[in-house]
């Protein structure tokens, strides 16, 4: 190995803010008490999604009062600089995970003047609450509104594709042929793209060559990097929830409130050796950058990156199988030979293919109400969910029990004669199948963005498939 495979040293010491947060839930409070609307669907949430309504707040809407930007600068938010902030100050917390807020003049009522939250689809949330709303922006577009008055503090879901602005009908978006009159349609022509693409290959590197090529199409028929990262994460997600029981549970119930998935934290793919660099320059290729990486000590037998968008917010959790002295290099874009014997990931891999190929994600994460998920999920559907592997006050995670999925003989008889399984494990696959996806039940609180790497540790083993 050479100097220039070494792995750059990247800081990402997440903390916490409670500080950040008291305020941020006093604000959601005033709210609340302020719109009627969004003080039941509060409780609407909580009850029926086991979710928290601070969890899907995309912003809030401040008046602009005496000393509040010095408060802010205190509490952790700095500025952002927007094309299309629409002429308003916006501001984002520096290093935790908190609704962004939009300083507006102030009228001398509410200190909030409004709140809004993140929704898949505005129309399918007013059909679902019988709103009748007006949507302003157009279908598909970078930013949709629709606006619920209320005594003191007005309420509004919004929709995003891959833009951090404010203002529907963007002049910026229009230069980049984002708004022009045929964009829904090239909208739903590269989401279908995904949609349709062929998972399944024989050999996984003409899997790669044909996944990589149809991405330059998605994009190019986008028109939008960042669009077509939001159209593919889209699909990701309907591939993976339509593999998961749990997952298809889970959105029921908060599509009966119109809200899909935009409570989602982060996406989990599982990757060989091999490929994880062509996957990892996927990710690239759609403008994630990468945050830290992980090993989790000398026999943990794992490794991952974690990347993030910048504009979608999409965050990715790439896992491999990863041996201890290959933690300090870039093995983000260094290919690796395979182990002798695979450990818990590889081994995944193996039995079901490739998450960016023919198995799609091994668990998609979001954000709940952590205790009332567990108990709602078992009370209503018999959806167990496996003991903590995060338990702390400021990050809960636990995964459902484990959806089992088949094991085709093909890969069974690969694994068998590469020594990566025996006689006896070969036949309990082929006839009963192995572990294949999980929803993960996650509670944050004070704007940790972290992740417990020792307990994920503790997790990753305890789903390998040689154990079930």
Known sequence: MTAASLAAPSKFDWQRFPGAEERVNAWVAEALAGNAFASRLSERM?????????DWVDHLALGDRPGLARDLA???????????????????????????LVVVPDDGGSAVREIAIKVESIAAFSRSHD?????????????????????????????????????PYSGEMAKQGRMRPHAARDALAARELWEGRKRSFDEDEAGFDYTERLLERV???????????HLIFEVE????????????VQKTRQDRLGLGWANHDHHTFRCSRRFFPRVIAIFER??????????AGEHAGWGAQIVEHPTTGVVIFAD???????????????????????????????????????????????????DSLRDDLKSEADVETMKPFSDFPFLRQAFTAGERWPVSRRRADRLLARGWIDEEQHAKFVADGALGSHLENLQRREGYKGFNQHAVSAIIAATDPRLH
């Open 46 to 54: 909580k009850l029926e999604t086991s979710t928290r309504f601070v």
């Open 74 to 100: 205190g509490l952790g938010f700095a500025r952002q600089m927007l094309a299309d902030a629409a002429g308003v100050a916006v501001y984002a917390h520096n290093g935790g995970m908190f609704p962004r």
């Open 131 to 167: 709103l009748g709303l007006s949507i302003a922006g157009d279908p598909l577009g970078p930013f949709r509104i629709a606006r619920v008055p209320g005594v003191a503090t007005g309420f509004a879901a919004v929709e995003r594709r891959g833009y951090l602005g404010f203002d």
């Open 219 to 229: 994009i190019e028929t986008a028109c939008a990097v960042d669009l077509a990262c």
């Open 237 to 248: 997600r309907d591939y993976w929830q339509s593999r998961n029981r749990a997952a298809r």
């Open 286 to 295: 759609l403008g994630f950058q990468l945050r830290e990486n992980f090993h």
């Open 320 to 370: 491999l199988d990863l041996a201890a002295e290959e933690a300090q290099y870039d093995f983000a874009h260094r290919p690796l030979d395979d182990l002798l014997r695979p450990n818990t990931v590889g081994l995944w891999v193996g039995l079901h293919g490739e998450s960016m190929l023919d198995a799609g994600m091994h668990h998609l994460e979001a954000q709940f109400n952590f």
